[in-house]
């Protein structure tokens, strides 16, 4: 059986948590887009873990899978692993051969660009997601399996890495002999480095659609582990400030080969308010109190990157396309603690713009930028002892009916509750494997 997560706003609304959750199921959990952009939380028995590369079900001791629609900086993924191996667990990892290779040409690629782009960056990671991902619609990528082929991998940086170089150097007009970047440029270093990295991972590389269903023709549950947003999607998200991949269920499909009728539960992950690392329009966004409450009691700063994040109130318009996109058979609300102490507090449920009322988001950034929130009000809570609480009924009744009406609005029910960051701090109520 498969289940996919997936997000339904903007990234780190809490996949990370459900990814291990729903791994007590599953024995193998797949990676199926993004690369180590992603930065996704599990915090269990008081131990918190950051996964960026490794599928976060793998802590639970399934299988993790990085599929062909990921892009891979194996540096990275080594060192994760080796991080994982010291804390004591022995991941089982497989690679996609058809992965794309994130290059150390395009780390430098990501910043140059974006330092370039003024008002069109998009606030990256700077991990080179995005660069790699063009090589790769641009036939001149290097896939996983290219490492494990020296002389292939040669021929074919001595092709790619002067271009990269004179892309930088005469279109951005920065000089790389000398400099901290002089290396990612250098033909001789990045293949040694790369032929090395093949070396080391040549065992776990496998057809990773092949191994996928394989497993599911043995009876074995998967869990698709999305990674981003569905609003960072690069087809149905607020282009330009978002990914270079789909996001979205259909990613499920086409980055780790199996067929829709596969994945038979779609679960979207939403927090109860939202979040943002990033540029661009934000029509909720609160810099205000509010805001800082959000980010104080939600702690939010990026796994990633560490940065601050942009807060704002629950964007309805925004998790209705999302529901639309994915066709979510149920959802997951994280993080209501955090709301406690707001009173009132309200979300979005439509958007205003010149004279009209929106319950979906345009797809033009000017437009949305112009959208003047129309806000419903719920009545706030506190004073909850949320490590007591175990049921449904144990949220306060004012919290059960900002619950309620999220539910209605996005046509899906809620499977789980989630009231604090570890594993127990979750209600569930449905089990999308059962
Ligand atoms: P992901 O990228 O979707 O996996 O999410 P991140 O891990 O980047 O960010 C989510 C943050 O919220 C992490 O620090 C989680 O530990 C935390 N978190 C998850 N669920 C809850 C919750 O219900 N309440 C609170 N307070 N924190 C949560
Ligand atoms: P998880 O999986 C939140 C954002 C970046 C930037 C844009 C493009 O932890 O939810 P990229 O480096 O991908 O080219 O950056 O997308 N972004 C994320 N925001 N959570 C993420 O991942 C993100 N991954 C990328 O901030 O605006
Ligand atoms: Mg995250």
């Known amino acids: 059986m498969g289940v996919t997560i997936v997000g339904a706003q903007l990234g780190d609304e809490g996949k990370g948590k459900f990814a291990d959750i729903y791994s007590e199921t599953a024995d193998v959990i797949v990676r199926f887009q993004g690369g180590n952009n992603a930065g996704h939380t599990v915090v269990a028995n008081g131990e918190e873990f950051k996964l960026h590369h490794v599928p976060s079900g793998v802590l639970r001791g399934g299988t993790g899978v990085i599929g062909n629609g990921c892009v891979v900086d194996p540096g990275v993924l080594l060192e994760e692993l080796d991080g994982l191996e010291e804390r004591g667990v022995d991941a089982?990892?497989?690679?996609?051969?058809?992965?794309?290779?994130?290059?150390?040409?395009?780390?430098?690629?990501?910043?140059?660009?974006?330092?370039?782009?003024?008002?069109?960056?998009?606030?990256?990671?700077?991990?080179?997601?995005?660069?790699?991902?063009?090589?790769?619609?641009?036939?001149?990528?290097?896939?996983?399996?290219?490492?494990?082929?020296?002389?292939?991998?040669?021929?074919?940086?001595?092709?790619?890495?002067?271009?990269?170089?004179a892309l930088v150097e005469d279109v951005f007009g920065i000089e790389v002999n000398g400099t901290e970047h002089g290396e990612a440029f250098d033909v001789d270093a990045v293949h040694e480095e790369y032929v090395e990295y093949g070396e080391r991972l040549r065992d776990d590389i496998v057809n990773a659609s092949e191994y996928v269903n394989d497993r599911m023709d043995a009876g074995d549950a998967v869990l698709f582990e999305g990674a981003q947003g569905t609003s960072l999607d690069i087809d149905h998200g607020i282009y330009p400030y978002l990914t270079s991949s789909?996001?979205?269920?259909?990613?499920?499909?086409?980055?780790?080969?199996?067929?829709?009728?596969?994945?038979?539960?779609?679960?979207?992950?939403?927090?109860?308010?939202?979040s943002r690392v990033g540029t661009?329009?934000?029509?909720?966004?609160?810099?205000?109190?509010?805001?800082?409450?959000?980010?104080?009691v939600g702690n939010e700063y990026g796994t990633t990157t560490g940065r601050r994040r942009r807060v704002g109130w629950f964007d309805l318009p925004m998790v209705r396309h999302a529901a639309r996109l994915n066709d979510f058979t149920g959802g997951v609300l994280t993080s209501i603690d955090v709301?406690?102490?707001?009173?009132?507090?309200?979300?979005?449920?439509?958007?205003?713009?010149?004279?009209?009322?929106?319950?979906?988001?345009?797809?033009?950034?000017?437009?949305?930028?112009?959208?003047?929130?129309?806000?419903?009000?719920?009545?706030?809570?506190?004073?909850?002892?949320?490590?007591?609480?175990e049921t449904y009924d144990d949220i306060p009744k004012e919290a059960r009916e900002y619950v309620e009406y999220l539910e209605d609005?996005?046509?899906?029910?809620?499977?789980?509750?989630?009231?604090?960051p570890d594993r127990e701090q979750t209600i569930t109520r449905t089990d999308p494997f059962k």
């Open 92 to 165: 089982d990892v497989r690679i996609a051969e058809r992965a794309h290779v994130i290059m150390p040409y395009h780390r430098v690629i990501d910043g140059v660009e974006e330092d370039a782009k003024g008002d069109m960056a998009a606030g990256t990671t700077g991990r080179g997601i995005g660069p790699t991902y063009e090589d790769k619609v641009g036939r001149r990528g290097v896939r996983v399996l290219d490492l494990l082929k020296p002389d292939a991998l040669r021929e074919k940086l001595e092709y790619v890495v002067p271009t990269k170089r």
């Open 246 to 274: 789909n996001t979205t269920v259909g990613g499920a499909c086409t980055g780790a080969g199996v067929g829709a009728t596969r994945l038979e539960e779609t679960v979207g992950i939403m927090k109860a308010y939202l």
């Open 280 to 296: 661009g329009p934000l029509p909720t966004e609160l810099e205000n109190d509010v805001g800082d409450h959000l980010v104080e």
């Open 339 to 389: 709301l406690e102490g707001l009173d009132p507090v309200r979300v979005c449920e439509a958007y205003e713009l010149d004279g009209e009322t929106l319950d979906s988001m345009p797809a033009d950034m000017d437009d949305w930028a112009r959208c003047e929130p129309v806000y419903q009000e719920f009545d706030g809570w506190d004073g909850v002892d949320w490590d007591a609480v």
């Open 409 to 420: 609005e996005i046509g899906a029910p809620f499977y789980a509750v989630s009231v604090g």
